[in-house]
């Protein structure tokens, strides 16, 4: 089974602080995701990578960055965050290559409160 | 601009009875669209797919049917389950492994 883990459920941060999150598979994929899921807005890819060290804009991009280092990690990073930044934030990953496989594999999210 | 959408936010159905969820899309390049299943505190779950080059896909309770015609596309689950209650997401890619999502429709299945 794909294993997608989240290193926390639950975060509280203040307006300002960096926050990170940090994402790790382990089924050696090549493509990572970070979402934010909003009620009524769905899930919005925030960035995506399709190999270590290769990063690429999603949907919202503004007020985050991420970090791939390694194949099986892939960090979201905001930079100062704002209440508006308030959400749950998910993690995927898929298979990727010319193949297809097209599924994504999610973590079990992290919801970020900022006050 | 929404290429994905779920116009239902919500749906109620009996349990035994056939739920049918919709989604339309905008963006005739799609060739392939996905179904996920998500409850409260944890991530969406893959449940079925289907390639643009077919019209229906069964596993199961669950059936997907595309309507490319009319860029529409629905799931089925048949028959309903209260374990079945949980926010349902279609998505739909053209090939580029980045995934569309629409909004989520909210599905309870009442005993």
């Known amino acids: 089974d794909v294993k997608v883990t989240q290193s926390s459920r639950y975060l509280v941060k203040r307006t300002g602080e960096k926050v990170f999150l940090e994402c790790v598979q382990d089924?050696?994929?090549?493509?990572m995701f970070w979402y934010r899921q909003d009620p009524g807005l769905g899930l919005r890819l925030i960035y995506f990578?399709?190999?270590?060290?290769?990063?690429e804009k999603g949907d919202i991009p503004e007020g985050y960055s991420v970090s791939r280092e390694k194949k099986e990690r892939f960090s979201l990073i905001l930079e100062s965050a704002s209440t508006n930044q308030t959400s749950m934030y998910l993690c995927a990953s898929s298979l990727g290559g010319s193949g297809g496989a097209y599924e994504q594999y999610f973590g079990p999210g992290t919801r970020l409160t900022v006050t | 601009d929404q290429q994905v959408k779920q116009n239902s936010p919500s749906l109620s159905v009996q349990e035994g009875r056939i739920s049918i969820l919709n989604c339309d899309y905008t963006n005739s390049m799609f060739d392939y669209f996905l179904w996920y299943k998500k409850y409260p505190a944890e991530g969406p779950t893959f449940l079925i797919s289907i390639s643009s080059i077919k019209d229906k896909n069964e596993d199961g309770r669950f059936t997907v049917f595309l309507n490319k015609s009319a860029k529409h596309l629905s799931l089925h689950i048949v028959p309903s389950q209260p374990g079945d209650s949980a926010v349902y997401f279609c998505a739909a890619t053209k090939g580029a492994q980045k995934l569309v999502f629409g909004q989520g429709t909210r599905l309870t299945i009442n005993p």
């Open positions: 089924m050696d994929h090549e493509n």
């Open positions: 990578s399709y190999d270590v060290k290769m990063k």
